[in-house]
């Protein structure tokens, strides 16, 4: 499985951004998506995750209510929309893949990382 993140960048409090997430191998649509965050000093933190085709999600507590995870099946793609940003969501993002019955929020349940992509939230 091969994972590319992207769509990260600069954005004032109250902000939108969407994340994008491509993937791509033989049986990555077997596998649950997540996305976690890591801010500088501080250890990598679960975000969100969801399995493709369906509705099923799960959310950090932090972020309930402000983003939303979702998948694309015809472009292989997990997106992760982020409103109402605030400067503690400044973070390197990275899109992950679990080969889990459940959506974890463990990052050690997690095989395959992309790239992270940064966000960075003024206030």
């Known amino acids: 499985v091969q994972l590319q993140a992207s769509g990260g960048g600069l954005v004032q409090a109250g902000g939108s951004l969407r994340l994008s997430c491509a993937a791509s191998?033989?049986?990555?649509?077997?596998?649950?998506m997540g996305w976690f965050r890591q801010a500088p000093g501080k250890e990598r933190e679960f975000v969100a995750a969801t399995r493709w085709s369906t509705d099923t999600t799960r959310y950090a507590d932090s972020v309930k209510g402000r983003f939303t995870i979702s998948s694309d099946n015809a472009k292989n793609t997990v997106y992760l929309q982020m409103n109402s940003l605030k400067p503690e969501d400044t973070a390197v993002y990275y899109c992950?893949?679990?080969?889990?019955?459940?959506?974890?929020?463990?990052?050690?349940?997690?095989?395959?990382w992309g790239q992270g992509t940064l966000v960075t939230v003024s206030s």
């Open positions: 191998g033989r049986t990555f649509r077997s596998y649950v």
């Open positions: 992950a893949a679990a080969p889990t019955p459940n959506l974890s929020g463990r990052t050690y349940d997690y095989a395959y």
